[in-house]
């Protein structure tokens, strides 16, 4: 049991860290594009990394199941969210920072 | 812990609402709605009521953010700029919130267990109720045994809304929709995720529609969670489908329907000999009625709810879309 908590608390560690930093890039980053794609690594590694930890700390009964069907609910969905953020702003006409810079050069 | 979660959420709370105040795009605003009821339903868990939090999370941040956003794609994403002084209404609001902050003074203090909301009722149905109701989740037992009857003006309460957004908007359905087109045609990725999420919501909405006797859960959640399925449909495949797989007509039927469903379990057990929603009558076995009382009315409410969600979805989203056609 010992080396499953060491194991689960490096795992949570990471998938903090990859939060903090998704979060970061969501500030930071400069246009939309990079900033879903900030948003993303917290919703697909950072929570993978955290479920798979708590999984860990879990008996390996029924909260085990629960947490693997959040798991895999949440793979299927958040980058799905996060494919049609992307594909409707390209929809609607948002260009990436290389494509507006050679639109300037062009006109 | 509790009380340094706690504080930390009731400052993001704070900080949600003055965004919001401050914030005049709208979209923006409906978004952060949906971020204070979120923030909410995490303090609800953190106080241990889960039943609540779950109603929160459900109604506040996913109906009602898509039934904002539908009311946004009517009325434009920009607040008007007000011409009034904004003084008066300040001063208003500022008393109010003086004396509700006065009001706080003479509260009891906070988690002791000598408050009078402990002593009141509650010894009683925690005492009580595995006997006489023999239902695991408590608060299933509070609210559709012991206080069926408020329940039972809750859900008229939800039927009433529905009555008055149909006078108001009514459904529009175009006579033309031979070739039902879809909003997000040219989403391959969305189509196929949607299909594979959509049965999974329906199920997980049966589970907690007949699973909330034991666990967190019950009709008002589930049917918010079979409309949300419903809504996600009608949002990926386009309306006219969805109105082809539920019609308007169909809700209009099955929203009353419930609420009779409810009020005619309380004239059944009247007409067994007992008062109005008197569960124990149902049954030669006073436990066995509860249970099936509680079962009936959880289902009326679920029906209600659901056919009044959807109804007031199809409401918006119909004006929207025939707003976007002319």
Known sequence: MFFLDILSGVLLLVGVFFGFTGALGLFRFPDFFTRVHAASVTESIASILILTGLMLQTQFDLNTAKL???????????????????????????????????????? | MAVLIDLVLLSMLALTALRIIFLKDLFAVVMLFGIYSFLSALIFINLDAVDVAFTEAAVGAGISTVLMLSTLALTGR?????????????????????????????????????????????????????????LPNMVTS????????????????????????????????????????????????????????????????????FHGDYGPGGGFQAGVIAAAAIILYALVFGLPM??????????????????????????????????????????????????????????????????????IFYAFASQAERRNVS
């Open chain 1, 68 to 107: 693997i069907f959040i798991l895999l609910f949440l793979m299927i969905t958040s980058p799905t969210a996060s494919h049609a953020l992307a594909k409707s702003a390209r929809h609607g006409g948002l260009l990436s920072i290389p494509e507006s810079k050679k639109k300037k050069e062009n006109s």
């Open chain 2, 78 to 134: 920009k607040e008007k700029e007000s011409k009034h002084s904004s003084i008066l209404p300040f001063l208003v609001v500022t008393v109010t919130g003086a004396a509700l902050i006065y009001g706080t003074i003479d509260m009891p203090p906070f988690g002791d267990a000598n408050n009078p909301i402990h002593q009141h009722v509650a010894p009683r149905y925690i005492e009580q109720s595995p006997v006489e109701v023999g």
């Open chain 2, 142 to 209: 509070v609210l559709a045994s012991y206080r069926g009857f408020d329940t039972l003006g809750e859900t008229v309460v939800v039927f009433a809304a529905m009555i008055g957004v149909l006078t108001l908007l009514s459904v529009r359905r175009k006579e033309d929709d031979e070739a039902p087109d879809s909003g997000l045609k040219s989403h391959r990725v969305l189509h196929v995720v949607a299909k594979i999420i959509i049965p999974f919501v329906i199920l997980f909405a049966l589970y907690v529609q």
């Open chain 2, 242 to 311: 969805a109105l082809r797989v539920i019609s308007p007509k169909f809700l209009q039927i099955l929203a009353p329907l419930g609420v009779l469903l409810y009020a005619s379990v309380g004239i059944y057990s009247m007409f067994m000999g007992g008062n109005f929603l008197d569960y124990n009558k149902l049954a030669h076995d006073p436990v066995h009625g509860q249970h099936y009382g509680i079962i009936i009315i959880e289902l009326g409410v679920g029906i209600t709810v659901f056919a009044v969600m959807l109804s």
